[in-house]
């Protein structure tokens, strides 16, 4: 059993940094894909950005060039660097797992994660 534990979320203004951290357990996988999404409450949930357990990452068109995916698998965790927030970025981000290489769950316009953390909220004020 997956455990994911997500954490850094907060409070920043506008043009501020955040760096999202996601603590993993329980992954029997050598070969496994992992990602953050965000969610709005009452919208659906967007990607963010994925990575392999090789090292390659993947963004949404959304926030290309803001934002870093980054996999520690020494410590088991997962990070979002997030930049140049704005207050559009402001939601709950939650880290998914699921094992396999990220292009195994891509259905064409998007990655189906079946393992989530309960997220981290962040809020950016302008």
């Known amino acids: 059993h997956v455990h994911l534990m997500e954490s850094g979320g907060g409070s920043v203004q506008s043009g501020g940094s955040l760096r999202l951290s996601c603590v993993f357990s329980?992954?029997?996988?050598?070969?496994?894909?992992m990602g953050w999404s965000r969610q709005v409450l009452g919208q659906e949930r967007e990607e963010v950005a994925v990575?392999?357990?090789?090292?390659?990452?993947d963004y949404t068109d959304s926030m290309r060039g803001r934002v870093t995916i980054s996999l520690d698998t020494s410590s088991s965790t997962l990070y979002l660097q997030m930049n140049s927030l704005n207050p559009e970025d402001t939601a709950t981000y939650s880290c998914?797992?699921?094992?396999?290489?990220?292009?195994?769950?891509?259905?064409?316009?998007?990655?189906?994660?079946?393992?989530w953390g309960q997220g981290t909220q962040v809020t950016v004020s302008s």
């Open positions: 329980g992954v029997a996988s050598t070969t496994y894909c």
């Open positions: 998914a797992y699921e094992p396999g290489p990220c292009g195994q769950i891509y259905y064409g316009t998007g990655y189906f994660f079946q393992n």
């Open positions: 990575i392999d357990v090789d090292g390659s990452p």
